[in-house]
T-cell receptor, first 110, second 113 residues
Framework: KNEVEQSPQNLTAQEGEFITINCSYS?????LHWLQQHPGGGIVSLFM???GKKKHGRLIATINIQEKHSSLHITASHPRDSAVYIC????????????FGKGTKLSVKP | DAGVIQSPRHEVTEMGQEVTLRCKPI?????LFWYRQTMMRGLELLIY????????DSGMPEDRFSAKMPNASFSTLKIQPSEPRDSAVYFCASSLREINEQFFGPGTRLTVL
């Protein structure tokens, strides 16, 4: 079993829909990252969080440390949000090592 | 700042050849990471440096892979000899410190024939 599991693997939505991507992990962590990989391949860091909630524009990331679960929400989705969203965790006690989920491929149709 | 710079962007080579990938981190960042991405395994950490010193190379697949960081502004990842199974996208990322947000380069797409 992978240490970081994401769901769903693939997601198709209509423009304007509210989107949720989930990430569950099985190890103790010190931080969790959400990354976005564009269709062209570039990777951008969206959030790094260790507790609570963070918001940036239409994106919201939450984490529940007790339940070992994080969610990434996109409000008022747009076709330009189409990308692969990757969850990664840094083990507790580890300095730099990140363990990655397999990603969720999101396609937003106009 | 120009962001993390990687070269080349694409590399096609024949099995057995030596391949060198290059990375220039963001100025002032003290940590540098090399990742490999494949369809089967997703993103994997190969090695990371802190203040030019390799900290964890447990992700390096085998002795054919080596990485160096001779100074704060340059790192190389070398594969010698290359094999078809090394075909992947190799990303370099840097961060202010190893626990901070990471900034990724555009990646090098390597194809070994």
């Amino acid at each position: 079993k992978n240490e970081v599991e994401q769901s769903p693997q693939n997601l198709t939505a209509q423009e304007g829909e509210f989107i949720t991507i989930n990430c569950s992990y099985s190890v103790g962590i010190s931080a969790l990252h959400w990354l976005q990989q564009h269709p062209g391949g570039g990777i951008v860091s969206l959030f790094m969080l260790s507790s609570g909630k963070k918001k940036h524009g239409r994106l919201i990331a939450t984490i529940n440390i007790q339940e070992k679960h994080s969610s990434l929400h996109i409000t008022a989705s747009h076709p330009r949000d189409s990308a692969v969203y990757i969850c990664a965790v840094r083990r507790g006690g580890s300095q730099g090592n990140l363990i990655f989920g397999k990603g969720t491929k999101l396609s937003v149709k106009p | 700042d120009a962001g993390v710079i990687q070269s080349p962007r694409h590399e096609v080579t024949e099995m057995g050849q030596e391949v060198t990938l290059r990375c220039k981190p963001i100025s002032g960042h003290n940590s540098l990471f090399w990742y490999r991405q494949t369809m089967m395994r997703g993103l994997e950490l190969l090695i990371y440096f802190n203040n030019n010193v390799p900290i964890d190379d447990s992700g390096m697949p085998e002795d054919r892979f080596s990485a160096k960081m001779p100074n704060a502004s340059f790192s190389t990842l070398k594969i010698q000899p290359s094999e078809p199974r090394d075909s992947a996208v190799y990303f370099c990322a840097s961060s202010l410190r190893e626990i901070n947000e990471q900034f990724f380069g555009p990646g090098t797409r390597l194809t070994v024939l």
